[in-house]
């Protein structure tokens, strides 16, 4: 039998990425939005928040990769730019640059999550909001991420 509870928080955690990425590819196309490597105001947040289906409690696991992400989104980009040969970051399709950001930063900064399940996850948004081509791009660079980590590939760090 099927344990409903792990299949649930599943869901909901990749609902929360699927937030997260939209927070960072709106922060992005939005002059207004906080720059990059701060974390965004309460109030960016809130709006943000409002337009979801669910409340606000139920994003609490995105609201901290927004943060995370935009406060480290200077060492990400120099990542991202580093292992996109041939790419500049303005060529980068947005919603790609948002997964690859939403990624990098679970990699580098979130020792609780196995790295597998970021670059499956990342994939699986390229899946749903990007294009085909997109997927192997997105891969491939978190492939050279993931290859530069001192970590366990598919445990998380208990410690």
């Known amino acids: 039998m099927e344990d409903k509870t ?6 909901s955690r990749r609902e ?5 990425m939209q ?9 207004g939005a906080s ?11 809130d709006g943000f928040f409002e337009m979801k289906d669910n409340p ?3 994003y ?19 990542l991202i730019q580093k292992y996109a040969k041939n790419w500049s970051m303005d060529r980068i399709a947005r919603v790609d640059l948002a997964i690859l950001r939403l990624a990098v930063f679970e990699l580098l900064y979130r020792g609780d999550i196995p790295p597998v399940v970021s670059i499956n996850e990342a994939i699986d948004l390229a899946k ?3 294009s085909g081509e997109s997927r192997r791009f997105i891969n491939g660079i ?15 760090d208990r410690g």
């Open 6 to 11: 792990d299949n649930s928080k599943m869901s």
């Open 16 to 20: 929360n990425r699927a937030a997260a």
């Open 23 to 31: 927070y960072l590819y709106m922060s992005q196309a939005n002059a």
């Open 35 to 45: 720059p990059l490597g701060v974390s965004p105001s309460a109030g960016e947040l």
């Open 56 to 58: 606000r409690a139920y």
């Open 60 to 78: 609490a696991f995105a609201e901290e990769l927004i943060s995370g992400a935009m406060a480290h989104m200077p060492e990400i980009d120099a």
């Open 128 to 130: 749903t909001y990007s």
């Open 142 to 156: 978190l492939d050279s991420v993931k290859s530069t980590l001192k970590r366990p590939l598919r445990t998380a």
